[in-house]
């Protein structure tokens, strides 16, 4: 259950910067189908992409790992 809440805060931030999945997607070199699997929590979110995800937000990780909003 608590894994679901940062797959949402991911989701949270990128809406938050006004960020499409797209564009995101391509700052992870990624498809914007996998992108949208890691927001869903359909894929396990390894801790070099969670970096760079972090990065792309503009939050620290310990930010997008809250469980409070």
């Not at 310990?62 to 469980?67: A, E, F, R, T």
Request: some cysteine; hydrophobic content about 40%; aromatic content about 8%.
């Amino acid at each position: 259950m608590e894994a679901n809440k940062i797959y949402k805060n991911i989701k949270e931030y990128r809406e938050k910067n006004n960020y499409s999945l797209d564009f995101v997607a391509i700052q992870m070199e990624m498809s914007v189908k996998m992108y949208s699997k890691i927001e869903r929590g359909k894929v396990d979110l390894k801790l070099s992409k969670l970096d760079k995800l972090a990065k792309v937000l503009g939050v620290k990780k310990s930010d997008v790992c809250k469980l409070s909003f």
